[in-house]
């Protein structure tokens, strides 16, 4: 299996939010990312290998706002200032593989990056809670993933 590129955060943030029972026929519109095609991935195991990277990724790929030079035109309004999204994810990815000890590119499967951040939990919210959410919120939402996906026993 080919290794799929990944945002360390885009991984911690389909964890968080979905519950992993997505409809397997569920067809994105054009334009979508692909945050449902790895919740997807993620529903059929988690042996599937992954380069943790620092740029657009898997769920950018098929994503509106990836532009030819591979830049996100994404502005994010609500942070204060509004902010570009790459200037807002670079260093968010680059803080999660510092808090890792991994070196950008890093090749494994998935499960051994989520068993890493299971290991770190909780306290790992700290470094990856988005404006917006609580620390609490994304505590609970990565605690509940993790349980959800079977690499952690109980919340
Ligand atoms: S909005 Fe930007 S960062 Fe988010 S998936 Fe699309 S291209 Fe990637």
Do not use: K, W
């Not at 532009?67 to 570009?84: F, G, N, S, T, Y």
């Amino acid at each position: 299996m080919d290794p799929i590129d990944l945002r360390p955060h885009h991984l911690i943030d389909v964890v968080t939010d979905f519950g992993f029972d997505e409809e397997p026929e569920y067809e994105p519109a054009p334009g979508e990312n692909g945050v449902r095609a790895l919740v997807r991935l993620l529903g059929r195991g988690l042996d599937h290998p992954a380069r943790f990277v620092v740029g657009p990724d898997f769920v950018c790929g098929p994503c509106s706002h990836l532009r030819p030079d591979r830049r996100c035109d994404r502005i994010l309004e609500h942070h204060d200032p509004p902010q570009a999204m790459d200037d807002y994810n670079d260093p968010l990815d680059r803080r999660i593989l510092a808090a890792l000890d991994l070196a950008a590119g890093a090749v494994m499967p998935i499960r051994e990056f989520l068993e890493m951040l299971d290991e770190r939990m909780p306290g790992f919210e700290s470094v990856c809670t988005h404006p917006g959410q609580t620390q609490a919120t994304r505590r609970e939402g990565i605690i509940n993933g993790l349980c959800t996906l079977g690499v952690r026993r109980e919340s």
